[in-house]
């Protein structure tokens, strides 16, 4: 049987939550969406360039966010003693440039083991908790909102590239919740409605025609 990518479904959460809650949440919140933009598709469609002449895919952004969350999580800030993802050695772009079809079920389930390990650190760590790396000092606080920007992002170049290989858009299937078309909230009341939260949240679905590329130095 030919392997698709799972279907997702999204967590919700508080939105007026204390700061550890939110930035956990949020980042889970966009993990998901990178998923969600996979879901159903083949290891062939997943690895389609389909912007050209950029070489961003799906499975390339699978293959770099395990990266991502590798470097920043386990090896910066844990320290551990752990070989680099995808991207070392001769070829630094490897996880967009080397897709395998044949292996997306393995990059797809690596991705998700790279989150439950990071969760795992997070889970015994203090925001306030730093690390030096390339001289600069970095606390765990900065590496989740890290996280989340760079999912954000990538997540709307999955959404451009999701949109051309088989017409799907963000929306489809799943929209938002408590999101109004209109981009202004819908179904928050009470007050509590943080505008940080929202913004972080939004979904772009039209970018222009010239994609930002990844680089070593986003990582």
């Not at 844990?78 to 395998?100: I, K, S, Y």
């Not at 997070?122 to 909102?145: C, I, N």
């Not at 799907?168 to 909230?185: F, I, W």
């Amino acid at each position: 049987m030919t392997w698709t990518a799972p279907g997702i479904t999204r967590p919700g959460g508080s939105l007026s939550a204390g700061e550890r809650t939110l930035l956990t949440g949020l980042l889970a919140w966009h993990r998901s969406t990178l998923l969600h933009k996979c879901a159903g598709l083949t290891g062939e469609q997943l690895a389609e360039r389909s912007v050209p002449p950029s070489d961003l895919s799906l499975l390339g952004l699978i293959r770099h966010m395990a990266k991502v969350e590798r470097i920043w999580f386990r090896e910066r800030f844990a320290g551990q003693d752990v070989p680099r993802l995808h991207g070392t050695g001769e070829n630094g772009n490897a996880d967009f440039e080397e897709c395998d079809p044949a292996r997306a079920a393995e990059d797809y389930a690596c991705l998700l083991e790279e989150q439950r390990l990071a969760d795992a650190v997070v889970a015994q760590a203090s925001l306030d908790d730093t690390f030096t790396t390339g001289g600069e000092t970095y606390s765990l606080r900065f590496v989740l909102l890290h996280l989340i920007g760079e999912y954000a992002r990538h997540n709307g170049h999955a959404d451009l590239v999701r949109e051309r290989v088989d017409g799907v858009t963000g929306r489809d299937g799943a929209p938002l919740r408590a999101h109004g078309r209109s981009g202004a909230p819908s179904g928050v009341v009470q007050g509590t409605f943080s505008v940080r939260v929202y913004w972080l949240r939004l979904n772009v679905r039209r970018v222009p025609a010239c994609v930002v590329e990844p680089t070593p130095a986003s990582l």
